[in-house]
């Protein structure tokens, strides 16, 4: 009948009167409980600096941390409300916090390659409170695996970057290696001999031993011989003073140097002894006590 239509419609239009203000309720709510979150982040922005809120911290009693994910999983759908991405931007935050990250390390190796001249970070400098030289350490292992971007693989190239670090710190020690040669006419590099800041000596020591283990490459020895590396310190020490005795032979007619006497800025004598010393204690080779 006519008279239940209208009551049917009457009934309908309740429940969606009703429905309208339960969905009016829930919107009030959710931005009200929005806005009190958006101000413990205006809070800690204050208080900090940034909006760098880590994902587990608690504001005032709220986890400020994970609602701030929830934003960015939102923005990230594109479900996020104009207005509040408009809010959020407008006090600093970040929506892409790997990218932010990335930057900001890359603008604290900037900084010390202005400051120092290179980028080759120490494993485990901070630069302004960061981590600068782990996160390195990570950008060439992302290199390593081909993980890393070219466009940043190319940003950091142009702060200096070196990829192989070991490669780059032997070709360094071996410039210097060149100009210790250069200036001093020999490549006998004293054992505690620093260069330049670098301990050279020990550099040079060590390639001597790899070169005794059959480790060093055969490029490499090449390149160190063509600098005059001598391999065996103690065979040519002791050739050099046999020739020096020698001298002092052919000049004097017999081969008893004194114990004090110095010839060509090497102390024969004392060397001379030492040979004597060696060969009474059965030390001394065959072949060497024979010459």
Known sequence: ???????????????????????????????????????????????????????????????????????????????IDGCRRILLEHIGVVWDVHSEQWESSYRNLAKFHQREGHSDVPGSHIEDGMKLGEWLIRQRNQKRKRKIDKVLEQRLEDVGVVWNVLSEQWESHYRLLLEFRQREGHSNVPSRHIEDGRTLGRWLNHQRQQKKKGKLDESIIKRLEDAEVIWDVLS??????????????????????????????????????????????GKLDGSLVKR
């Open 236 to 281: 040519e020490q002791w050739e050099s003073n046999y020739r020096i005795l020698l001298k002092f032979r052919q000049r004097k007619g017999h081969s008893n140097a004194p114990a004090t006497h110095i010839e060509d800025d090497t102390k024969l004598g004392a060397w001379l002894n030492n040979q004597r010393n060696q060969k009474k204690k």
């Open 1 to 79: 009948t006519l008279s239940d239509e209208t009551k049917d419609k009457e009934t309908t239009m309740s429940d969606e009167i009703k429905d309208k203000g339960r969905n009016r309720t829930i919107i009030e709510f959710n931005q009200i409980a929005w806005n009190k979150m958006f101000e413990l982040l205006k809070n800690y922005k204050r208080r900090e600096g940034n909006c760098r809120v880590s994902c587990n911290h608690v504001e005032d009693g709220k986890n400020l941390g994970k609602w701030l994910i929830t934003q960015r999983v939102q923005n990230k759908k594109g479900d």
